[in-house]
């Protein structure tokens, strides 16, 4: 680890990407991210690296496509609208079992929406998006330390499953700044090898990257492939956090921004003796279910809180199985809920429930 | 946007500056790499400008930043009777470059001091391209808001040869350096006088004097008794201290 | 004259689209009265008069890569 | 007599059997180009980005590294590994839909930015894959599944012409239209497609070819007769021959 330096959200994942060994970026600007591609601009050429601004989100992930098949680290980044773009190859590069990073800085929608933070692609992120039946590991951080270390991390997990990986961000973590400290450069020499990659079949057999087989049969047993790893992901990679959950007796279910304000909220609520604590998925792909569905037997309701009209909610509420109630709040269109308004309406819950 | 609703309070900010401090020209202008505090900056000096009891308008031309802006505040500053020169509120929150035409008139317009919040790099400095005759029949300062820990700018080299690409994107000159160095609420002392010691080296070499230090709201204002260096304390409008409150 | 090369067509590969037979100049490839693995009537040679000048054109036009040239050492040729 | 083989197939085509109607030029020029890799000795370090058309499988048909585009954005893909290794060998194999409908993004950028990369294009004029339907290239009048009676301009639009269209992009080193439809033209279309390989090796930009094509299949003609037609439709809306070759004094 190195000093603390100031950055933005945006700033601290771009060079946590290089740190990871990421040399190859490839992405359209779009606001709220565009300084993520800038950094890149900058940055990258000072590594030995390869930045590409690409004609649109739609040629930018099939670059990324082209890059990951050789092998080498590679990430691109966007916002909401650009990442509906990128569904396409996202589908294909999940089918083809290539590693890299997507980031997706979401803000308000749907449409052309507006610029400001919001947690409304959820779905997408989690449940497809693109077609086929894929997952991709999706990682929330909460802050611009965590963003730096998932970033880190979304490259090994990327690699290490073949599968590509993706921090689900909103425009305010994009665009707050926050003292963040690095981890040390990636020696590029001790990234794993990758023996299915396209490099020019020397002293080989060919290798051949592709994401379709025409005969129903072989591609079902694709198919199984891509099942097993995702069973083998959800086994060992759920990442979650509790936040005075010990003795709660309401539960907050929130992530990334949210979970930060609602911390906020939690101390507030604690301080007029009411035992709130949070549960925060940090991968919402795997879902931490389980812990979440344990959590939930323990408490009185279940208030999940986020920026958008209810899109969690519904792992939310699978997790909990009706073990429990379970209340929404949200904001949408990148309003952001304030800590008084979220204590407001667990109060107001509180008070529903008792009568 | 929402952390406008996230900051309620605001305190008095103490100074220890004189008003003549920077020459006797009516127009200040803040320039810097991207994230460097300029905004929050200039908020800070209107508010010390309005405290001279003058008549104070700040103008926000960050055609860069999506967040962020002069104009998420501009409810409070109208309240403190600071003219906000910003885009229609049709279009505050659109992701475009809008120079508010209003600023030509505050320019000319004698009886108000202004304030100009400029875009980061010398991207954003471009805008003052346009502007840069009137500017200079009606005379500025200008200050170039630096922190020594946002990447990019932590040596002399590369401060001096931003400063240099600031000066030609904005057609204008930069007066003074603003050693604004802090990592948010973390800021020590000892980290801004980290700051101070590299900005000493390069105002040595470009010759352009270190106007001040800015000092936190959260840090004890003690240290600045009997220090012979300038500070200027503010409050920090954009922490994320809303979001993540002590209770 | 002597011939100068010969072919082989690889019939169960030959589709028998019939361009080789068009373009070899010595009208030495015909359709075989068999069927191959593939249902078609492939191309066949057919040079009992030791005609071919193993000029190439067969292979040039065949879309499947099922003809090899062969061509005698010591004769030469013009193509 | 002493007997030595002559012409065989490359070692650069794979052992599998081509999917192509009988009579399709798409087996003849991915002869050539194999035939080409071969003689350049850049088999081991070169990689095939097939499209999605008639030719989806021709990562298959080539003894080489390889991978299927999605629809249209071989360009990107071969732009990300070419960036990602830059002393290799990538080229794009496309047909029209892909490369001049649904791909004209992704093509123009990539020649407009003189990507060291090198595009096969194969242009007949319709589409082959899903069943002959108008393709970007059809030409005026021509009927096809979707334009059952004949393409019209007015509704339709006039066939793309992609080397005129590209000619004039300052990244482009090599560009040519040519057909294989005789053995003179097949022998000369392989010193073009050693040309625009050679412009790659080189690093002097971006090189396409565009072969002129017959669909014997929806066309409904004889493989014989098919490239009749090309010669006296297609080559009239399509004119052969060099659009740009920077090529000369460099090696």
Not at chain 2, 12 to 17: A, E, G, R
Not at chain 2, 49 to 65: E, H, Q
Not at chain 3, 23 to 37: A, V, Y
């Given at each position: 680890?190195?000093?603390k330096?100031m950055v ?5 994942i ?5 740190r990871?060994g990421c ?6 600007p779009i606001?709220?991210q ?5 950094y890149m601009s ?7 690296g ?24 590679v ?6 609208p650009g ?6 190859g996202?589908s294909?590069?999940a ?5 890299c ?16 933070p919001a947690?409304s692609?959820?779905f997408?992120?989690?449940k497809?998006g693109?077609?086929g039946?894929?997952r991709l590991i999706?990682?929330a ?16 997990l990327a690699?290490e499953?073949r599968?590509p ?8 973590m ?8 690095f981890?040390e ?8 090898k ?5 490099t020019?079949?020397?002293e080989?057999?060919?290798n051949?990257v ?10 079902e047993?694709?198919?199984?492939v ?10 060992k990679?759920?990442r979650w ?7 709660a007796?309401y539960?907050?279910?929130a992530y990334?921004?949210?979970?930060r304000i609602?911390k906020?909220?939690v101390r507030?609520?604690r301080?007029e003796?009411?035992k709130?604590?949070l549960f ?9 279910y ?17 920026m ?6 519904e ?5 909990v ?11 949408t269109?990148?309003v ?6 979220v204590?407001?309406?667990l109060?107001?819950k ?6 | ?16 500056l ?12 803040f320039?810097?790499?991207?994230g460097?505090?300029?905004?929050e900056l ?5 508010l ?8 104070v ?11 962020f802006?002069?104009r ?5 500053l109208s ?5 906000v020169?910003?885009p229609?509120k049709?279009?505050m929150?659109?992701?475009?470059p ?8 505050y320019?000319?317009n ?7 919040d400029?875009g980061g790099?010398?991207?954003?400095a ?8 009137h ?17 990019f700018y ?9 400063l240099?690409r600031?000066q ?8 003074y350096?603003i050693n604004?160095?802090?990592?948010g609420?973390?800021t ?5 006088e980290e ?8 105002s040595?070499k470009s010759g352009?004097p ?18 012979e ?10 922490s994320?201290?809303q979001?993540d409150?002590?209770? | 004259?002597?011939?100068r090369g010969?072919?082989?067509?690889n019939?169960d ?10 373009f ?6 015909r359709?075989s009265?068999k ?7 492939p191309?066949e040679?057919?040079d ?5 000048i193993?000029c ?13 040239v062969?061509r005698?050492?010591?004769v030469?040729?013009?193509v | ?11 650069s085509?794979?052992e ?6 009988p009579?399709c030029h798409h ?5 050539l ?6 003689e350049?000795n ?21 003894y ?24 290799r ?7 029209d ?10 093509i123009?950028?990539a ?6 990369i ?7 004029a ?8 108008m393709a970007?290239t059809?030409?005026i009048?021509m ?6 009676y ?7 639009g006039?066939?793309?012409h992609?080397c005129?269209?590209l000619q ?7 560009l040519e239209?040519?057909?294989?439809s005789?053995?003179?033209e ?6 073009s ?10 690093q ?21 007769e098919?490239?009749?037609w ?10 052969l021959?060099?659009?740009?070759d920077k ?5």
């Amino acid at each position: 680890m190195s000093e603390k330096l100031m950055v933005k959200g945006t700033e601290a994942i771009a060079e946590a990407a290089i740190r990871a060994g990421c040399r190859n970026y490839f992405g359209y600007p779009i606001t709220p991210q565009s300084e993520l591609a800038e950094y890149m601009s900058r940055r990258l050429p000072q590594v030995g690296g390869t930045f590409l601004q690409a004609e649109s989100e739609v040629a930018a992930v099939n670059m990324v496509y082209g890059a990951a098949s050789t092998g080498k680290r590679v990430m691109t980044s966007t916002s909401s609208p650009g990442f509906s773009l990128m569904q396409e190859g996202i589908s294909y590069i999940a089918a083809a079992q290539l590693p890299c990073v997507f980031v997706n800085v979401v803000r308000g929608g749907p449409g052309l929406g507006d610029i400001q933070p919001a947690q409304s692609d959820y779905f997408q992120a989690t449940k497809g998006g693109g077609h086929g039946d894929y997952r991709l590991i999706v990682l929330a951080p909460s802050t611009l330390q965590e963003a730096v270390e998932l970033t880190y991390l979304a490259f090994d997990l990327a690699d290490e499953y073949r599968n590509p990986a993706l921090i689900l961000a909103d425009g305010l973590m994009g665009q707050m700044m926050e003292p963040v400290e690095f981890p040390e450069f990636r020696d590029l020499k001790t990234l794993p090898k990758h023996e299915w990659a396209l490099t020019g079949c020397n002293e080989r057999e060919p290798n051949k990257v592709t994401s379709f087989n025409i005969d129903p049969y072989e591609l079902e047993k694709m198919n199984k492939v891509y099942q097993e790893k995702y069973l083998r992901i959800i086994k060992k990679e759920k990442r979650w956090e509790n936040y005075m959950t010990e003795d709660a007796e309401y539960l907050f279910v929130a992530y990334g921004t949210m979970a930060r304000i609602i911390k906020t909220v939690v101390r507030k609520a604690r301080e007029e003796g009411i035992k709130a604590g949070l549960f925060r998925p940090i991968t919402l792909w795997p879902y931490p279910y389980e812990e979440l569905h344990e959590l939930s037997e323990k408490v009185g309701f279940v208030l999940t809180v986020e920026m958008s009209a209810g899109q969690m909610i519904e792992d939310v509420r699978l997790a909990v199985s009706g073990r429990t109630k379970v209340f929404f709040y949200g904001r949408t269109a990148g309003v952001i809920p304030t800590p008084n308004e979220v204590l407001e309406e667990l109060k107001k819950k509180i008070g529903m429930v008792k009568v | 946007m929402g952390t406008k609703k996230l900051n309620t309070t605001v305190e008095v900010i103490t100074l220890k500056l004189k008003s003549s401090d920077f020459g006797n020209e009516r127009i200040f202008i803040f320039l810097g790499p991207f994230g460097s505090g300029k905004t929050e900056l200039s908020i800070n000096f209107a508010l010390w400008r309005k405290k001279l009891n003058k008549k104070v308008s700040i103008a926000d031309l960050d055609i860069i930043s999506p967040y962020f802006r002069v104009r998420d505040h501009i409810d409070f500053l109208s309240k403190k009777d600071i003219t906000v020169i910003a885009p229609p509120k049709e279009f505050m929150h659109a992701d475009l470059p809008i120079i508010p035409p209003k600023i030509m008139g505050y320019i000319t317009n004698t009886d108000y001091e202004l304030i100009m919040d400029i875009g980061g790099e010398n991207d954003g400095a471009m805008v003052l391209g346009m502007l840069k005759d009137h500017l200079s029949e009606f005379g500025y300062t200008c200050f170039a808001v630096l922190n020594t820990r946002r990447p990019f700018y932590r040596n002399e080299d590369s401060i001096l040869e931003l400063l240099d690409r600031l000066q030609s994107s904005a057609k204008i000159k930069i007066n003074y350096l603003i050693n604004n160095t802090n990592i948010g609420k973390e800021t020590t002392v000892d980290l801004i006088e980290e700051g101070e010691d590299l900005l000493k080296k390069v105002s040595e070499k470009s010759g352009i004097p270190i106007a001040f230090s800015v000092i936190p709201d959260f840090l004890d204002s003690e240290i600045l008794i009997g220090s012979e260096k300038k500070f200027f304390r503010i409050k920090r409008f954009f922490s994320n201290d809303q979001i993540d409150q002590e209770v | 004259m002597p011939a100068r090369g010969y072919i082989e067509i690889n019939a169960d590969k030959c589709k028998g689209c019939g361009l080789c037979i068009s373009f070899c100049p010595q009208k030495l490839i015909r359709f075989s009265e068999k069927f191959n693995t593939k249902g078609y009537h492939p191309a066949e040679f057919h040079d009992p008069q030791k005609r071919c000048i193993a000029c190439g054109f067969c292979y040039q036009m065949c879309p499947d890569s099922a003809i090899t040239v062969y061509r005698f050492k010591g004769v030469t040729q013009n193509v | 007599m002493i007997k030595e083989m002559f012409l065989k197939k490359p070692k650069s085509l794979s052992e599998k059997e081509f999917t192509y109607c009988p009579g399709c030029h798409h087996g003849i020029v991915h002869r050539l180009i194999a035939e080409v890799i071969d003689e350049l000795n850049i088999r081991e370090k070169t990689i095939v980005v097939a499209p999605v058309g008639c030719s989806v499988f021709a990562y298959e048909f080539f003894y080489l590294d390889g991978t299927v585009a999605p629809h249209g954005r071989a360009p990107a893909v071969a732009t990300g590994m070419k960036r990602a290794l830059p002393d290799r060998i990538v080229f794009t194999y496309q047909g029209d839909g892909d490369l001049a409908a649904i791909g004209t993004a992704e093509i123009i950028h990539a020649a407009n930015r003189g990507e060291n990369i090198t595009t096969i294009f194969i242009n007949n004029a319709i589409y082959g894959m899903t069943g002959g339907q108008m393709a970007p290239t059809s030409l005026i009048g021509m009927k096809t599944t979707t334009t059952p009676y004949g393409r019209d301009p007015k509704k339709d639009g006039y066939p793309i012409h992609v080397c005129e269209t590209l000619q004039n992009m300052k990244g482009v080193a090599y560009l040519e239209r040519l057909t294989v439809s005789s053995p003179q033209e097949v022998i000369k279309a392989k010193k073009s497609i050693r040309k625009a390989f050679e412009a790659q090796i080189n690093q002097i930009g971006f090189s396409l070819i565009e072969v002129l094509s017959t669909c014997p299949t929806n066309w409904g003609m004889t493989p014989v007769e098919a490239i009749k037609w090309l010669k006296e439709n297609m080559v009239k809306e399509f004119p052969l021959g060099v659009f740009v070759d920077k090529t000369k004094g460099v090696n």
